[in-house]
């Protein structure tokens, strides 16, 4: 995750990874994921954060 952020520029909170429609931590690991050997494929998203109208 880090190294993606540095290669595109982007600071590490601006963007969400994704792994089978589930958001991905830092902390999580390719078994907790439920990865198996062939799947290396991640998806990322630019984060959104949603406010209100007054």
């Known amino acids: 995750m880090n190294a993606y952020c540095e290669r595109q520029g982007h600071p590490e909170k601006s963007v969400i990874f994704l792994y089978d429609g589930r958001r991905i931590r830092e902390e999580d ?17 630019m984060a959104q954060e949603g406010g209100c109208c007054p």
């Open 29 to 45: 690991t390719p078994n907790e994921l439920g990865m198996e050997e062939d799947d290396n494929q991640l998806d990322v998203m």
